[in-house]
Nanobody, 126 residues
């Protein structure tokens, strides 16, 4: 299984970015999927998740209303649309897959995810 995250870059506060995660060796429709991020000197944290085979989505409270996770089953990709970006959103963003269906509460834990991409850097300037 390989996950490839892309779409990061430098953006001004208030701007938008769309991250993409392409998957091989795994069907994004058949797996729980998620986005995590890790800022310098901080632990990796959950950002957003999407349930296997369904449209149920989960977000960290600070991202609700600003970020949207979605999945393109036909192209085996997952996306994270990020709007109204803030300097505190600066981090390396990782896409991840559980490889199975999971209870809703499990999506928030990094240990739930069996497969990880390499990360893409998002830098938000003030």
């Amino acid at each position: 299984v390989q996950l490839q995250a892309s779409g990061g870059g430098l953006v001004q506060a208030g701007g938008s970015l769309r991250l993409s995660c392409s998957a091989s060796g795994l069907s994004v429709s058949g797996s729980g999927m998620g986005w995590f991020r890790q800022a310098p000197g901080k632990e990796r944290e959950f950002v957003a998740g999407i349930h296997k085979g369904e449209t149920d989505t989960f977000y960290r409270d600070s991202e609700k209303g600003r970020f949207t996770i979605s999945r393109d089953n036909a192209n085996n990709r997952m996306y994270l649309q990020m709007n109204f970006l803030r300097p505190e959103d600066t981090a390396v963003y990782y896409c991840a897959a559980t490889g199975m269906g999971n209870p809703a509460s499990a999506y928030f834990r990094s240990s739930t995810y069996a497969f990880w991409g390499q990360g893409t850097l998002v830098t938000v300037s003030s």
